[in-house]
């Protein structure tokens, strides 16, 4: 079945002016035109529209999305897949924060007190998984299961100071990171440094005794693997990079 543009956003919810703007940049093509011009679209463009729209919701850039749905090695299954566990640990997340609002809101009309502990007990948990997610495979490829699962549990046994002051060093960085970017700074210079001393500690607080080598090794993830850079990366392109380089020249 074929759509003109106007079908095909009333059907997937995605207005016209994206859906030429998906045709400028190569993201999604028409199959064809109608007689009077108007873009239409077959099942084929339907299915890539589906898949732009999983991307999207995981987060991922337009730019990176093309580049995966045009990789020759692009197999949909298997990217579905790898979308659906992305989705449930998602689903996981939030059902732990749900359950934590709940015992808060349930707290609050019994007129209990609930510990400051147990407050952050989900949020401290979403760290994990977060963690997990993220780089888990490869530091227990690195380090061993051991060394991760204690730091895992380290993570579950901070207390609320310092679970605040892991937050606001890693929020610290962010800012550094978007306005070294922005001035054009030379990460060998006093906002690398800076940056890097900052991100040692943002490390400790979760990580256990500090090791240089594992310090440089998380850096490198921030280039490698996209999920780190489009954090990173999320309101300036660059700063993943420039954590990267100074990480590598001031981490001694």
Not at 17 to 41: E, F, M, N, Q, V
Request: hydrophobic residues 35%.
């Amino acid at each position: 079945m074929e759509y003109t543009i106007q079908e095909l956003s009333r059907l997937s919810g995605v207005t016209t002016r994206a859906l030429r703007w998906y045709d400028k940049i190569g993201l999604l093509k028409p199959s064809g035109r109608t007689g009077s011009g108007c873009r239409c679209y077959g099942p084929v463009e339907v299915d890539r529209l589906q898949d732009i729209l999983y991307y999207r919701a995981l987060g991922v850039e337009l730019a990176r999305i093309r580049e995966c749905l045009d990789n020759p090695s692009f197999n949909r299954l298997t990217v579905l897949r790898g979308h659906l566990a992305a989705l449930e640990e998602e689903r996981g997340r939030i059902q732990s924060l749900i359950d934590s609002v709940k015992e808060t809101i349930q707290t609050q009309e019994r007129k209990e007190i609930m510990s400051d502990e147990k407050k952050f007990e989900a949020f401290k948990r979403q760290l994990v998984e977060e963690k997990e997610r993220l780089y888990g495979a490869e530091a227990r490829e690195k380090y061993g299961d051991d060394q991760v699962d204690a730091s895992n549990a380290k993570i579950m046994g901070v207390n609320l100071e310092q679970f605040q002051a892991y937050e606001r060093l890693g929020q610290e960085i962010l800012d550094k990171l978007s306005a070294a970017v922005a001035a054009g700074e030379d990460p060998k210079g006093e906002a690398g440094e800076e940056i890097t001393d900052l991100h040692r500690r943002w490390l400790n607080i979760m990580g256990g005794k500090y090791d240089v080598q594992r310090h440089r090794g998380i850096a490198e993830l921030y280039v490698q693997d996209e999920r780190f850079t489009a954090y990173y990366d999320k309101k300036r392109p660059g700063c993943a990079r420039f954590l990267r380089d100074a990480v590598l020249h001031w981490a001694k």
